[in-house]
């Protein structure tokens, strides 16, 4: 090296804080008849301990768009290309201090001009606007949904209230708060499902409502007290919207959907009466012909992949297409001349963007490769795409995509400069046989940076929740951070699709019915025997963790297999009766997976709980699990822990609850508490697998908190002396 050159700065592994650092694309759309891609940036802020979302283009270069403390999403371009509509929770820096912050300001829908400028607000409606609003085709209005209560549809309209004197609205606004105090003081429930994410459902529906764009006047098209809209679309002409809602006269479980037709004086119109499905989201052709979506197959529930259907608007008929694809179809996307439908497979731990030609209903693969599509849009032309994807050792690329020529580019990587001085472990394929030999399983194999197949290591055996989902080696932010943080904490990760999962066809989707934690659980125990096989595992060293189903598993798995040094068990469902009873819509999934509920057969799902098996029980386990989890609520928690402090008083089991925190706690939680977990689960895989290194980290903490403890008592006293002289 010559003296005067500097040495290259040494690589270092992923930190805990290093959440912070990286950057994730969450969606991306091209503007109407250019080259330019707009695309969504969300990264999380140390500053507020929260997130920032920003849209950012590709023009002539990569460049930020909006500007603020926003978090901006759900982009949408006028179809003639002049303005971007978006959705934004605009903060400003003063309400930043949550004491200022009561009333979290509610997204609202901003445009700004494609030549860029200021965000300007075009709705300010009091209880916010859903995610699903849409243009017109002529670029003139934009739907979108409000959600609105009985006393808001009937009361004085939002232009008479700037018409009252101060002291009449002041009064108005009083008597407003006063009833909505008196719907949670005490809360009455009358309907099946009351709760979900963090917080309880109230009485307001969704209502369709249309805001001229150049006047910025709303027009709202429905009053229901029932009907409850998410998502709508203009026909070309403006005459009506086509919107769906839950059959009417059916609890809030129903899957049975309809699909309406809705003119602004409110008339309504049934075009299609029967759709089965866990939720009613669909795209509108262009033209206004066709209505896209997915169907369920109500004969399997829960245990059915959904197939790919098209409506005919004026008649009601229904069409399957793309039925030889044994996968779940998703991210329905229309080309502009409607003459092609796209949407997404999952596949083996990839996924390819597809096409089917609706006039032939020919389909064809457009884009495949070892990586995972999360988001894509068209060009007007249908001549190329833009996406976003998730790689092995970058979890967010952008990419660009000619579809005569195949020709493939990388347009940015937020997080390329970032991860270039990073060493990262490396991450290996397997299939093997699962459980009775009758499907092949596909798992990963993540080494630790400077990784020597001569040592022994702990390995951290990681499982997914659903049950139907699919991990992949390409994962976003959440479990690529999680997975080489495990690994530069040197552990080997091991994780697999198990029976069960998306992506390997229908047989295999429904083949954990009845049984889970028993074939599933041997599917992921072969591929731990078949990764100590290969010589660098100490067996005696071996963790296990999971979340939600995983939780399950890992509850289940320990209580009838004593192979793993300690556990950690993450918002699981460990009491299938009192899920079923306290869970939010996912309550169908006892119903479908298990064929019976607790009022049937409580007994057969009393023995398929992992809490039941408490008593075998004799690995350490630390329990992790959020106070404002709806979707699996901590009840489960209690029971497991209860259970085990009662049938193994000397077993170290630990109750770790986060306040005000869901079932995405590991996604999407405040980012300190998210770092938190992660240092929950290492600490406790160290204390049992690598115990010098736990006992090092111990004392440096000690002596952290003395250092501390020093401090400020060395600043107490300096002010006392202060305030004395004073």
Not at 231 to 255: H, Y
Not at 293 to 305: C, H, P, S
Not at 513 to 530: A, M, R
Not at 617 to 645: C, G, N, Q, W
Request: some cysteine; proline content about 5%.
């Amino acid at each position: 090296m010559n003296p005067t050159e500097k040495p290259a700065k040494e690589k270092c592994v992923i930190t805990f804080n290093d959440l912070y650092n990286l950057k994730q694309i969450t969606q991306v759309t091209i503007r109407p008849r250019s080259e330019e891609i707009y695309f969504v940036i969300n990264q999380a802020n140390k500053q507020d301990n929260d997130y920032r979302e920003t849209i950012w283009r590709v023009k002539d270069q990569v460049q930020q768009f909006s500007q603020g403390l926003g978090r901006d999403s759900a982009l949408k371009w006028s179809p003639n290309g002049s303005q971007l509509a978006f959705l934004s929770i605009r903060i400003s820096p003063k309400a930043l201090n949550k004491k200022e912050n009561k009333q979290p300001p509610k997204p609202q829908i901003y445009l700004i001009a494609a030549d860029g400028g200021e965000g300007l607000a075009l709705t300010s409606m009091p209880n916010g606007v859903l995610q699903n609003f849409e243009w017109s085709r002529d670029s003139t209005k934009i739907v979108f949904i409000s959600k609105m209560n009985k006393e808001e549809l009937f009361g004085p309209a939002e232009e008479e209230l700037k018409t009252l004197d101060p002291d009449t609205a002041m009064l108005l606004e009083m008597k407003k708060k006063k009833a909505e105090e008196k719907k949670v003081e005490p809360r009455i429930i009358t309907r099946e499902v009351y709760r979900t994410g963090t917080s309880f459902l109230d009485d307001r529906k969704g209502q369709i409502h249309v805001a001229d764009v150049s006047t910025k006047k709303v027009e709202r098209w429905t009053n229901s007290l029932e009907d409850d809209y998410t998502v709508a679309f203009l026909l070309p002409d403006n005459s009506a919207v086509i919107t769906s809602r839950q059959k009417p006269g059916e609890g809030d479980e129903t899957r049975n959907w309809e699909f309406v037709k809705i003119t602004p004086d409110g008339t309504l119109e049934v075009i299609v009466e029967d759709h089965y499905n866990w939720g009613g989201y669909f795209q509108l052709s262009p033209d206004g012909e066709y209505i896209a979506t997915t169907m369920g197959k109500r004969e399997l529930g829960t245990l059915g992949q959904t197939s790919l259907v098209i409506y005919e608007v004026t008649t009601g008929k229904r069409h399957i297409l793309a039925e030889e694809i044994d996968n779940e179809k998703v991210f329905l996307k229309w080309s502009e001349d409607s003459n092609y439908l796209y949407f997404v497979v999952m596949e083996k731990g990839t996924s390819a963007i597809w096409r089917v030609e609706i006039a032939t209903r020919k389909v064809e693969k457009i884009i495949n490769g070892d990586k995972i599509i999360f988001g894509y849009d068209i060009s007007t032309d249908n001549s190329w795409l833009a996406y976003q994807s998730f790689y092995v050792n970058d979890p967010s690329q952008l990419y660009k995509y000619a579809i005569s020529s195949g020709e493939e580019e990388l347009v940015y990587a937020p997080n390329k400069e970032f991860l270039s001085a990073k060493k990262l472990g490396k991450t290996e394929e397997i299939w093997y046989d699962g459980f009775n030999n009758d499907f092949k399983i596909q798992g990963w194999i993540l080494t630790p940076p400077d990784f020597d197949p001569e040592k022994k290591y702990p390995l951290a055996l990681n499982m997914h929740g659903g049950p139907h989902v699919m991990w992949t080696c390409h994962q976003s932010i959440p479990m690529f951070h999680e997975f080489q943080l495990l690994a530069a904490n040197g552990y080997v990760v091991f994780y697999c699709n198990p029976r069960g999962s998306n992506g390997y066809g229908q047989k295999f989707y429904q083949a954990c019915e009845k049984h889970w934690g028993d074939p599933d659980s041997v599917d992921i125990l072969n591929g731990v025997e078949l990764v100590v096989n290969k010589g660098f595992i100490d067996e005696k060293r071996m963790t296990i963790t999971g979340g939600s189903y995983a939780g399950f598993l890992t509850a289940w798995m320990i209580g009838h297999d004593n192979r793993f040094a300690c556990a950690v068990s993450q918002r699981g469902v460990y009491f299938l009766s009192g899920f079923w009873a306290s869970t939010d819509a996912a309550r169908v999934l006892i119903d479908d997976e298990f064929g019976t509920t607790p009022l049937d057969d409580h007994l057969f799902l009393w023995e398929r709980s992992p809490a039941a098996y408490a008593k075998n029980i004799k690995t350490p386990l630390r329990i992790i699990h959020s106070e404002l989890d709806f979707r699996v609520p901590i009840s489960d928690a209690e029971m497991l822990y209860t259970a085990l402090k009662r049938e193994q008083p000397k077993l170290d089991v630990e109750f770790v609850r986060y306040p005000k925190e869901g079932h995405e706690l590991s996604r999407s939680g405040q980012p300190t508490r998210r770092i938190d977990r992660l240092e929950k689960i290492v600490e406790w895989f160290d204390k049992y697998c690598q115990p010098k290194k736990y006992k090092q980290e111990l004392a440096l903490k000690e002596k952290i908190e003395k250092i501390k403890e020093q401090t400020l008592k060395k600043m107490s006293e300096k002010i006392k002396n202060l305030q004395k002289k004073s």
